[in-house]
């Protein structure tokens, strides 16, 4: 019978994590190679199936390696971060596809929108009673045609409805942002607020951006406001390996 703990009380599993891991960030293992099967770990270190599935379980969750169906499980290709410019919004155009051109990136984007009703939580954020009419408009939006970020966004009816903006994807200011598209109605976006917080990729969410399960996620739920009337708001979801928030704010001027 297999031992099923090491030295210092350290599980097995636990142990060929730290070997495999080892190997990946000291680069024997490159990314992209293929790791043993489970047949051949356990042979290799002397393990059954139970712990060697636990430990390969371990480093999917630290994002090093990932399973591909009916291939076997590699070492993950961790991109370099690209900086996502945050704290700056602009009247003309739209903020996605400005940064992406900015970091040398053609945007694209698909969008499908439709009215809803307000829930609890959503009302909280707009100012607005539950059950009120929202459009929603669901984005994947995409930096050379591979994924970038998740968006969904709603704005109240009360503010849009009846005027050339109430499809964000449609009408003569079709694309160009919240900022734009409100300015275009003569409602002047006055501030945006932002919170930013991490947590694992949801199943709906990971293969729309690219990302395997137990990945960890940058959520941003963020708000537009015309003085004290929110205009809209929107849940932001991006790889967090994949890019990472740059803020910029503007000290007001002060007398020493």
């Known amino acids: ?12 599993y636990l142990r060929l994590a730290d070997a ?8 024997d293992r490159a990314p992209g190679s293929r790791i043993p099967s489970i047949a051949e770990l356990c042979r290799d270190h002397g393990l059954s199936e139970q712990p060697v599935r636990q ?14 169906p009916g291939s076997g499980t590699y070492v993950r290709v961790r991109p370099v971060p690209a900086r996502m410019a945050r704290g700056r919004y602009q009247v003309t155009g739209s903020p996605f596809a400005a940064e992406s051109r900015a970091r040398g990136v053609e945007p694209s984007w698909s969008c499908d929108s439709q009215k809803t009703y307000a829930t609890a939580s959503l009302a909280l ?22 994924p970038a970020q998740l968006a969904t966004s709603w704005e109240p009816m009360a503010v849009i409805g009846g005027t050339a903006v109430v499809l964000p994807e449609m009408g003569p200011m ?28 949801l199943e709906i969410e990971a293969d729309p951006l690219g ?12 708000t537009h406001w015309a003085g004290e009337l929110a205009v809209e708001t929107a849940d932001i979801v991006l790889a967090a390996d994949h890019f990472r928030l740059s803020y910029e704010i503007d000290i007001p001027p002060h007398k020493p």
């Not at 430990?55 to 591909?68: C, H, K, N, P, S």
């Not at 160009?176 to 694992?200: F, K, N, Q």
């Not at 960890?216 to 963020?222: G, Q």
């Open 1 to 12: 019978m297999e031992a099923l703990v090491g030295e210092l009380g350290r599980p097995a």
């Open 20 to 27: 495999l891991r080892a190997e990946i960030v000291s680069g």
């Open 55 to 68: 430990a390969l379980r371990v480093l999917t969750a630290e994002g090093l390696i990932e399973g591909r």
């Open 125 to 146: 954020r707009l100012g607005i009673a539950e059950g009120d009419p929202v459009m929603q408009s669901q984005y994947l939006f995409r930096a050379d045609g591979a």
């Open 174 to 201: 079709a694309g160009l942002g919240v900022v734009a598209r409100m300015a275009g109605v003569g409602i002047a976006v006055t501030r945006v607020a932002e919170d930013v917080s991490a947590r694992p990729v």
């Open 211 to 222: 990302i395997p399960l137990g990945s960890t996620v940058l959520a941003i739920e963020r």
